[in-house]
């Protein structure tokens, strides 16, 4: 059964930091869990499982920004907090632009540490929670109508009733009534919801930069 507690995922090669971060993350209150290589995270990590990545750069094998970068490229959304005790500028430039919550520089203290964990953690929960409204709306969405659905995309278009009544070859009043049941097919009750909703959704199931 997969694990549903919020769980810190540490990959380092390096036995002493990990034993380092395990101590840190219980102190917390929080679950841990650790790896040795990328290599092993990746065989035993159910993606599904919420927390954070607490990852150092360099290690034998797959380095932490590779790791990273692998994730990303799954459409993984874990959040990730890179460690390293080389923090030059392209380092840092790549991590952030692979999507890490931070990068922190060798020795950590403990509150940069904790801080940083405190943060993605919640955004894992924030990305969860918006992950699962636009499925929820994806579903909704599966259930209009071919019509409905026309409707809809000429609505995203910002066309007016009169236009898409044009467009269609029907009267404004079958494009009125056909918007009501849009609205209440996808639980929204504006247009302006609905647009939000649908353009996030949209952008939501587009690949992320550097995942071909």
Known sequence: MRNQEPTVFVVDDDEGARASLRALVRSMGIRVE???SAETFLEEFDPESPGCLVTDVRMLGMSGIELQEKLAADGIKIPVIIITAHAETPLTVRA???GAVTVLEKPCRDYELYDAIRDALAQ???VRKQSAEHEAFLSRIASLSAQERQVLDLMVEGLA?????RRMDVSVR?????RQRIFEKTGTDSLAELIRMFVE????EQPSEGSG
């Open 34 to 36: 650790t790896f040795p």
């Open 124 to 126: 894992d929960v924030q």
């Open 96 to 98: 952030v632009k692979s």
């Open 161 to 165: 009733n009169k236009v898409i009544a």
């Open 201 to 204: 959704t949209k952008a939501s």
């Open 174 to 178: 079958t494009v009125e009534n056909r």
